[in-house]
C-alpha cells in the first residue's frame, strides 16, 4: 500500500461489521421470496475492481442483516453474456416464479464492438426456496440495443410491473446514437417476459447528454409509509422514477415523483429533472446505482444502494475489496408529496447493545464534550438538539445570494450564531482526525434554513483518499420543529439520517488513528449561542452447542440465555445455519419454554436422522416440578430446508426419572443421538448419576417407534456424573459428533468455557464460545480417536508466509512477521538429529501420562526442548503463550495476560510418536482470545482461553522458540492471517 507506516494494518480495522461485503473484491443489487430476502450482486472473482469478467454473487437472510453466502448465481456461460453479466432486476410473476433481466456483455471479438444485451435467467427449480440454480433460456437474449442506440450504452434493465392491459413493462436506460441524449426506453411484453417490444416513445428523455443509468420506477402510497407491489396504480399512489448518473466526484442518485398513466404509457413529473443539485436526490454523499424492491412480507419499499470507495485502486487492492451496500431503507412519500422518506429498516435495531442517553444537555457556544460508554468505531447514535427563539436576526447570516456550492463547501470549521453544531465521529484523541456531522442555520430569503453537513476534510491523515465535504439543505423550519439526527458509524463508514430520514448524506473515511477502540465520538457546538441537546445510542453481542446436517444446510442448534451472558433459569435453543461450517447466518430460536416439560428451561440434547429423511430432537427439559425430563421435537415443516419451525407432539416427556429408577431427578440430562441396530429398535443415551452409589451413569434406553423408550440396564459407570456423553480434554466441553452425509465424515464440536471473571463476562456481553468443527477418525493402530480441524477453515487464510529448513539453536528465538499474530493459522514440523544417549528423552510406555507432564513446561530447559511457539506474546514477551513440544509431550504454557483476575494454568498430554522416525509436527489456530493446538498430525490436541492485556489485535506478536540446549531443525513453517469469517452473530 502506499507511503503511511502503518496503512498494512487498517484493511481489517476499516472493514465494516454490520455492512454487506462479500468476502473479498467488488458489488454492486434485492427480491423477497418464501420467506427470504436475496441479494445478487455484481461481482468480480479475480479482483476488487470492476473488470471483463463480472458475475452475480449470491446471498440470503431472513431479516436483511445477517447473511449467508450461497455460490454465485450467474456467471458468463454463452455467447450473449460471455464477457460479464452486469446488473438487472428481478420480477415475482402472478404465479409467484421469479423471473431475473439482466445486462450481458456478448462476443464480438473487438471489445469496442461488443453488445450489451437484456437476458433472462429462471430458477431452475422454483420450489428450492433459496433459489440456488438459474438457468437461462434458449430465446436469449431477450432485447438488443435497437439501431438508434449505441450499443455500448443499453443496460440494466428494471424491475417489471404489469399494467391492467395484462402486459408487462420494462424500462432500459440507453443513450441514443445521434443526440447522444440519455433515455429510458420502454419495452412491452404479453408473455412471461420472454418476448419484448420496444415502445414508441421514452418513458424520459434527458435534458443533458447523461447516460441513465440503474433506471428505478415504483409506485408509492399518498398517505402512509406502507409499500405497494411495483404493478399497483390507482388513485392512491404517486409514482417515482430515479435514475444515476455520473458526477466528476462520484455518481449520484436522483429521482422526481409524477403521475403515470399506464393506458398511455406516459409519465408526467412534478418537475423536470436538471441533472444538478436542484435536483432531489437519495443521499448527497457516496452513494450511487440503488435499487429498490417491494417487500411483500411487511408491506415497505426497500432501497438498496452502492456505496464507492474512496480509498486509493492501490489500496483497493492490496486490502481484497472495493465497495460495499449501503443499510437498506425504507422509503415512503413524505406527507407533504414533495419528496420521500429514508430511514434504516426496524430490524437494525437488533444489533443494539450497550446503550447510554442523556435528556435537556445544555451545549454553550464554543464547547464539546465526550460521548463515552460505547464503540465509538461501530455505534447507532440517535440525537436531537433544540434552539430557543430565534429572534437575533440581525447576527444570524443572510445568505440568500451565496451559492449553495459555496455554503456546503465551507465544512463546520466556520461558525455562525447557531452551529455548526453536531457530533464528531471517528475522532482521534487529539482530534486531527474527525468526521464532523453538522447543521448551521442561515437566513435564507423571508425564513430560515437550515444547512446539514458532513466534512471529511479531517477525516484521515492519510493522503491517498478522497476527503470532501457533503451538504444539503433539511427541509425544516428551526422555529417549530427539533433538528434530529441518526448516525450509523461503522469503522469505515457514516450513513447520517437528517430530520427523520427527510435527508440522507453518507460519507467514506478511512482513519490511521481513529479506528477501533482507539476512535472517539464528540458532540460539538462551534457556534456563538448555545443549543440543548439529548441523545440515545446503540450498538451489539451473543453466546453460544448441537449441529446437524440436512438437506445442504448445517445446523446449529445451541443453549442460549436471552437475558445475560450466564447459564441460566430460562434457556432457549438458539439456531444458525451454514453451507460450509465457517459462515454462519443466524436464524430465530427453534425452542423456548412452552409445556409442561420444558417450563422452567432448555437444556442439551442431540438430533436424529430417522430413515425417511426426518430430523427429530431429544433434548432435556427442566419440567414444572424442576425434574429433568427428555423431551420430543419435530420440524413443522419438514421440506424446509432451513428448520425453522419446530413443534412438540402430545406424548411428552419421552423418557424421565422416575421411580423405581434410582436416578435423582435432577441428574438426569443430555440425550444422544440415537441409532438403530439390526432388531429394528433405536438405542439412545442419557447421562445420569446412581442415587446411591453416587457413580455416574450412561442409561441406554431402547424404542421401536422412537416415541415410547424404555429403560434398559446402566450401560456405563464413573465416579462422575456424565454429560453429554463426552469427555475432552482441558479447556473443551460438552462436545458433540455428528455425521455430515455430505462429504462421509464424522465432525465433532464443542464448546470452549470462559475463564475471564463475572465480572468481565458481564461488561463484554458474552460468554464462551465453539470451538472450530474438527473431523474425526480412528487412527490406524485402532487405540485412539485423530482430530483436524474440517478442511473449509482452510478458506479464511489470506496473507502466507513460509519458511523451510531453519537451524534453531539451543536458547534461539524467531519473530515470525508478514500476518496478523493475533488471527493466525499455524502449521510447523521440527526435525531433531540423531537422539544422544545422554539425552532427557523418557520411555513413554513406563511413566503415566500425568508423571509425564509434571513439572514441565516451557521455561524449564531440557535438551532436546522446549520448543515451539509462543502466541499472543507482547513485545516485551511479558505476555505470551507457549506451545511447546519435548519428547513425548505437547503442552501450553501460559504466561498470557498482566492480568490478575483470570485463570492461567500449565497444561499438557503425551504426544504418541516416534521422533526417530517422524517429524514433530505442530497446527495452532490463534483466534483472539482462543488457541487450538493440535499435536502430531491431530493425535493430541489443547485448547485454552486467553485475555491479553498488551498482546491484543496488532500489537500481538508470535515467535518460534528452542529453550532446549541441543539445536533442532524447523523442517518447514507455513503460517496465513486468517479473514474473518461471516459468523453474524450480532457482534460489536
Known sequence: MAEDGNVQNLPVLNRTSFHFQPQRNWLNAPMYYKGFYYLFYQHNPLAPEFSRRIIWGHSVSQDMVNWIQLPPALSPSESYDINSCWSGSATILPDGKPVILYTGIDNQERREDRRQVTVLAVPKDDSDPLLREWVKPTQNPVMVPPEDILHYCFRDPTTAWQGQDGKWRVLIGAKERDTLRGVALLYHSTDDCEQWTRYQEPLLVAQANEM?????????????????????????????????????????????????????????????????????????????????????????????????????????????????????????????????????????????????????????GRSMFEITGITAAQADVEVTFDLPVLEDNSRIRDATHVADAVLFNSGNSLGCVYGPFGLLALASNDLSEQTAIFFKIIRRGNGYSVIMGSDENRSSLRENVQKIPHGTFLDIDPRHEKISLRCLIDHSIIESYGAGGRNVITSRVYPKLAIGEAAKLYAFNNG???????????????????????????????????????????????????????????????????????????WSGSTTILPDGKPIILYTGNDANKHQVTVLAEPKDPSDPLLREWVKPEGNPVMVPLPPSNVPVHCFRDPTTAWQEHDGKWRALVGAKEKDIKKGMAVLYHSDDFVQWTKFPCLYLSHK????????????????????????????????????????????????????????????????????????????????????????????????????????????????????????????????????????????????????????????????????????????????????????????????????????????????????????????????????????GEEARLYVFNHGTKAVTMSSLEAWSMRKAQINSNET
Open 721 to 952: 456424573s456424565l454429560e453429554c456423553g463426552s469427555a475432552w480434554t482441558f479447556f473443551l466441553f460438552r462436545s458433540l459428533a455428528f455425521f455430515d452425509s455430505a462429504k462421509n465424515r464424522r465432525i465433532s464440536w464443542g464448546w470452549i468455557m470462559e475463564r475471564d471473571s463475572n465480572e468481565d463476562d458481564i461488561m463484554k456481553g458474552w460468554s464462551g464460545i465453539m470451538a472450530i468443527p474438527r473431523e474425526i477418525w480412528l487412527e490406524k493402530s485402532g487405540k485412539r480417536l485423530m482430530q483436524w480441524p474440517v478442511e473449509e477453515i482452510n478458506n479464511l487464510r489470506a496473507k502466507n508466509v513460509s519458511l523451510d529448513s531453519k537451524q534453531l539453536e539451543g536458547g534461539s528465538i524467531l519473530e515470525i512477521s508478514g500476518i496478523t499474530a493475533s488471527q493466525a493459522d499455524i502449521e510447523v514440523a521440527f526435525d531433531l538429529p540423531d537422539l544422544e544417549n545422554d539425552t532427557d528423552a523418557l520411555d513413554s510406555e513406563e511413566v503415566d501420562q500425568a508423571t509425564l507432564i509434571d513439572g514441565y513446561s516451557a521455561s524449564v530447559k531440557g535438551v532436546y526442548g522446549p520448543f515451539g511457539l509462543l502466541a499472543l506474546a507482547s513485545n516485551d514477551l511479558s505476555e505470551h503463550t507457549a506451545i511447546f513440544l519435548e519428547l513425548f509431550v505437547v503442552g501450553m504454557d501460559m504466561r498470557s495476560s498482566l492480568r490478575d483476575n483470570i485463570e492461567k494454568a500449565t497444561l499438557g498430554t503425551s504426544l504418541d510418536i516416534d521422533p526417530r522416525h517422524e517429524k514433530i509436527s505442530l497446527r495452532c489456530l490463534i483466534d483472539h482470545s482462543v488457541i487450538e493446538s493440535y499435536g502430531g498430525g491431530g493425535r493430541s490436541v489443547i485448547t485454552s482461553r486467553f485475555y491479553p492485556k498488551m498482546a491484543i
Open 528 to 602: 456563538t449561542k448555545g443549543v440543548t441537546m439529548s441523545i440515545k445510542e446503540s450498538s451489539n453481542m451473543e453466546a453460544a452447542s448441537w449441529p446437524l446436517y440436512y438437506k445442504g444446510f448445517y445446523h446449529l442448534f445451541y443453549q442460549h440465555n436471552p437475558l445475560n451472558p450466564f447459564f441460566g433459569d430460562i434457556m432457549v435453543w438458539g439456531h444458525s445455519v451454514s453451507q460450509d461450517l465457517v459462515n454462519w447466518i443466524k436464524l430465530e430460536p427453534v425452542l423456548s419454554p412452552s409445556v409442561p416439560s420444558d417450563i422452567n428451561s432448555f
Open 212 to 364: 441513465l443509468e440503474c433506471v428505478d420506477f415504483f409506485p408509492v402510497k399518498l398517505m402512509g409509509k406502507e409499500g405497494v407491489d411495483t404493478s399497483v396504480n390507482n388513485a392512491s399512489v404517486r409514482h417515482v422514477l430515479k435514475v444515476s448518473f455520473e458526477e466528476e466526484l462520484g455518481g449520484k442518485d436522483c429521482y422526481v415523483i409524477g403521475s403515470y398513466c399506464s393506458e398511455t404509457d406516459r409519465f408526467v413529473p412534478d418537475s423536470e429533472l436538471t441533472y444538478t443539485r436542484a435536483d432531489l436526490r437519495y443521499d448527497d454523499g457516496w452513494f450511487y446505482a440503488s435499487k429498490s424492491f417491494f417487500d411483500s412480507a411487511k408491506n415497505r419499499r426497500i432501497n438498496w444502494g452502492w456505496v464507492v470507495e474512496t480509498d486509493s485502486r492501490e489500496d483497493d487492492i492490496e486490502k481484497g475489496w472495493a465497495g460495499l451496500l449501503g443499510l437498506p431503507r425504507q422509503m415512503w412519500l413524505d406527507t407533504s408529496g414533495k419528496r420521500l422518506m429514508q430511514w434504516p429498516i426496524q430490524e437494525i435495531n437488533n444489533l443494539r447493545t450497550r446503550q447510554v442517553s442523556f435528556h435537556n444537555r445544555e451545549l454553550e
